[in-house]
């Protein structure tokens, strides 16, 4: 009795382990790098350059809209932060997507949305200074994201 219990607790813990090291989502985490806190986050040179593309579109969007600030042109603001809103997610697949960290994900997807929210507010007039309280919020999740992930090599 307690002999077939055993077999069928480690046939049991057998196949969760073969399910874990088939999933894309648990098997992707690459070490780190010596001295590198961050998580390495491992995607295809096509997914990463891909989204490192993305990333240089957050840098000029930002850029964009100090620009708009110092100029006084707030009206430039919301199509501008449109550029890095959830529409710049159209091209991740949902496969890339079960292979970023769950951390990752969700950052990513709060700094869409921020940039989206910053446009509409925009778009009904919001002051400078809220616009720049939206800007300081957006650029401490771009900070708090590179603290923690790079891509592996
Ligand atoms: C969800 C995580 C995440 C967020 C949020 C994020 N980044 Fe990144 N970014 C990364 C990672 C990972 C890299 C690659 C770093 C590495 O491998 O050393 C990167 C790289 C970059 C690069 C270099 C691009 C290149 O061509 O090499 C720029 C520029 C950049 N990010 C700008 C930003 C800006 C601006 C923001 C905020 C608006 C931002 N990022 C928000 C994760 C993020």
Avoid at 9 to 26: E, N, R
Avoid at 41 to 50: F, G, I
Avoid at 105 to 122: C, G, P, Q, V
């Amino acid at each position: 009795m307690i002999r077939s219990n055993s077999n069928r607790l480690t046939g049991f813990i057998f196949c969760v382990a073969l399910a874990f090291s088939a999933s894309p989502v648990i098997a992707q985490h690459a070490p780190l790098a010596k001295g590198d806190p961050r998580e390495a986050v491992n995607l295809s040179p096509k997914e990463t350059a891909e989204f490192l593309a993305g990333m240089r579109t957050y840098l000029e969007t930002i850029q964009g809209i100090v620009a708009a600030m110092a100029e006084n042109k707030s009206a430039r603001v919301p199509a501008i932060a449109k550029k890095s809103g959830a529409k710049l997610l159209n091209g991740v697949s949902l496969f890339t997507g079960l292979k970023l960290p769950l951390g990752f994900t969700s950052m990513s997807f709060d700094t869409h949305d921020k940039f989206d929210k910053l446009a509409d507010k925009a778009a009904k007039g919001a002051s400078r200074s809220i616009i720049l309280a939206d800007l300081r919020d957006i650029m401490g999740n771009c900070i708090s994201c590179h603290a923690m992930y790079r891509f592996a090599p």
